[in-house]
T-cell receptor, first 115, second 114 residues
Framework: KAGVTQTPRYLIKTRGQQVTLSCSPISGHRSVSWYQQTPGQGLQFLFEYFSETQRNKGNFPGRFSGRQFSNSRSEMNVSTLELGDSALYLC??????????????FGPGTRLTVT | AQSVTQLGSHVSVSEGALVLLRCNYSSSVPPYLFWYVQYPNQGLQLLLKYTSAATLVKGINGFEAEFKKSETSFHLTKPSAHMSDAAEYFCAVTFTGGGNKLTFGTGTQLKVEL
């Protein structure tokens, strides 16, 4: 099976712009979660989607949003970019959310740099 | 609220020596605990998980961890370090009803020296 795919892998944007990141989960997986990783704040949960519905949301401002499509692919969007949004954004997929016997599989991440 | 604390942001061991990475958790409900490893420019890979079955959990690459409720700990160990173990290790926690929302520790960078 192919792993979790995230595109693009690297991205440079300017303050004030918006950005869309994409995540394709492992085939058959229906749950996608997003995390932000920064040197200062570490790994922080952004949100989780299952069957096109947001099931869980972390403590991030409304500039961060996401969605999931019927094929389970997910996108996250950050509007009005700030320098502090520079981070590695990780996507994780799993089959059934909350089924703790099943692990989450992480993608390689998208490295976003805001200048 | 759940949280994990990883003691030691950097740990250095000699090749062949014991690896011990510390993780303490705080949770008002029974926790589920995980250890992940991250190699440079890569995502996270699950090493092992505790989901209330056996308290001694064996994972991949020779790693294991023991859940100790009395000490609120879930330390990661490996009897003999290998150069390829050099990476960053993260402890994470969730709970029943928490879905896939993981709360991560701040990470421990493991260096393995010859």
């Amino acid at each position: 099976k192919a792993g979790v795919t995230q595109t693009p892998r690297y991205l440079i944007k300017t303050r004030g712009q918006q950005v869309t990141l994409s995540c394709s989960p492992i085939s058959g997986h229906r749950s996608v979660s997003w995390y932000q990783q920064t040197p200062g704040q570490g790994l922080q949960f952004l949100f989780e989607y299952f069957s096109e519905t947001q099931r869980n949301k972390g403590n991030f401002p409304g500039r961060f949003s996401g969605r999931q499509f019927s094929n389970s692919r997910s996108e996250m969007n950050v509007s009005t970019l700030e320098l502090g949004d520079s981070a590695l954004y990780l996507c994780a997929s799993s089959d059934v959310p909350g089924s703790l016997t099943l692990e989450q599989y992480f993608g390689p991440g998208t490295r976003l740099t805001v200048t | 609220a759940q949280s994990v604390t990883q003691l030691g942001s950097h740990v250095s061991v000699s090749e062949g020596a014991l690896v011990l990475l510390r993780c303490n958790y705080s949770s008002s409900v029974p926790p589920y605990l995980f250890w992940y490893v991250q190699y440079p420019n890569q995502g996270l890979q699950l090493l092992l998980k505790y989901t209330s079955a056996a308290t001694l959990v064996k994972g991949i690459n020779g790693f294991e961890a023991e859940f100790k409720k009395s000490e609120t700990s879930f330390h990661l160990t490996k009897p003999s370090a290998h150069m390829s173990d050099a990476a960053e290790y993260f402890c994470a926690v969730t709970f029943t009803g928490g879905g896939n929302k993981l709360t991560f520790g701040t990470g421990t960078q493991l260096k393995v020296e010859l």
